[in-house]
């Protein structure tokens, strides 16, 4: 069980991070609105949410989740974010989480890895090699993870254009069972996991966070939040098109533990 989330909210200069998405300016009103539901929803999951000080100097630093990698048996290991404009948010998630997380450890140079890029899935963990993860940085992590008996493997999407990180396409919902885009789920690595595709037009519903009795999920995406009820999942729909301006999703907006 999860009972504790950090968030960061966004802070008015929000708009001028980091963005493929080709969606327009994200709207700061509207964006503080979603992310407050968004807080709403991690607290009827039933988690406590800490909320850091929206940070100017860093626009992306709502986007919480690229900057550690929190596990379920409670290690911590820090990144070294793959974009440079990021790496000063690093800092302060390290104090946050030092309360909770006494033997952080840190992703040394040259290697970078972002958290979206990390997707914990039982004792194993997928690390995607992608434009912000490279190999230094995913060996690095695999090192500082094994201690705690999790296995992992590498998934190369540098040339999936349509994802910035890993978990942009992929989402674990426990028990064996992955949530992965159309564009990715011929995978071998996904070979031994039950699949619940994700179609082409609602590639960004991917991005779903499994909270306790839960399944966070972007609303808007008819199909796929269809598919869960059948499958079991409880789910709540979180309004995210904001943040989807600026490539982000569900997940990165928190660190659960
Ligand atoms: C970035 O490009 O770094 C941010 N604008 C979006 C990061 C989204 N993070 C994630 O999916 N884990």
Do not use: W
């Not at 190369?156 to 674990?172: F, M, P, Q, T, V």
């Amino acid at each position: 069980m999860f009972t504790r989330a950090i968030v960061r909210p966004p802070a008015p200069n929000f708009a001028q991070g980091l963005t493929t998405a080709g969606l327009g300016a994200p709207d700061y009103e509207r964006a503080l609105e979603q992310h407050e539901a968004y807080c709403a929803a991690l607290a009827r999951c039933g988690l406590t949410v800490t909320r850091l000080e929206p940070d100017p100097n860093h626009p992306d630093s709502t986007f919480v989740e690229d900057t550690a990698i929190v596990t379920t048996n409670h290690c911590a290991v820090l990144t070294r974010p793959g974009a440079p404009s990021r790496a000063g948010e690093v800092e302060r998630m390290g104090r946050a989480l030092a309360e909770f997380f006494p033997n952080l450890s840190s992703i040394g140079a040259p290697g970078t890895v972002d958290g979206g890029d990390v997707c914990e899935a039982g004792s194993h963990f997928f690390i995607g090699l992608s434009q912000r993860t490279n190999e230094a940085g995913a060996q690095h992590l695999t090192e500082l993870l094994a201690p705690f008996d999790y296995t992992c493997s590498l998934v190369d999407i540098r040339e999936e254009r349509s994802l910035l990180h890993l978990k942009s396409g992929i989402a674990y919902l426990g028990n064996n069972r992955l949530v992965v885009t159309e564009a990715i789920a011929g995978r071998a690595e996904f070979a031994g996991y039950n699949l619940v595709i994700v179609d082409s037009a609602e590639a960004y519903a991917a991005n779903c966070v499994s909270v306790n009795d839960f399944v966070l999920v972007a609303a808007g995406h008819p199909i796929f939040e269809g598919k869960l009820p059948e499958l079991g999942y409880q789910t709540i729909a979180l309004e995210m098109t904001e943040f989807q301006k600026m490539d982000g999703g569900l997940s990165c907006l928190s660190l659960r533990f």
